[in-house]
């Protein structure tokens, strides 16, 4: 399965962003997608998953700010940051888990990541 993000930039604090990430190689839809996100020294921390019924999650510091969202085919998973503040600058990832065909495998894909700057 391959990944490949797109969307980040720079952008003014208050600003909107919008990530893709279009998903291929997999036979099976994706048991979950999501975004995370590094910081320059820093580890890396979740910021959005969504599970194949649509359920999400989200970081406490993103909440009302960001949405995660899926086509209808699960083939890309997407990000908008509305709202966006400088300590949000970060490298962005996309990650996949996908079903491998047996009963309960699963494998964990990532693609690569876009960066995201935000100027006070």
């Known amino acids: 399965v391959q990944l490949q993000a797109s969307g980040g930039g720079l952008v003014q604090a208050g600003g909107s962003l919008r990530l893709s990430c279009a998903a291929s190689?997999?036979?099976?839809?994706?048991?979950?997608m999501g975004w995370y996100r590094q910081a320059p020294g820093k580890q890396r921390e979740l910021v959005a998953i969504i599970a194949s019924g649509g359920s999400t999650t989200y970081l406490d510091s993103v909440k009302g700010r960001f949405t995660i969202s899926t086509d209808n085919a699960k083939s890309s998973v997407y990000l908008q940051m509305n709202s966006l503040k400088p300590e949000d600058t970060a490298v962005y990832y996309c990650n996949a888990d996908y079903p491998i065909g047996t009963l309960t495998g699963h494998r964990n894909y990532w693609g690569q990541g876009t960066l995201v700057t935000v100027s006070s």
């Open positions: 190689g997999s036979i099976f839809r994706p048991n979950a």
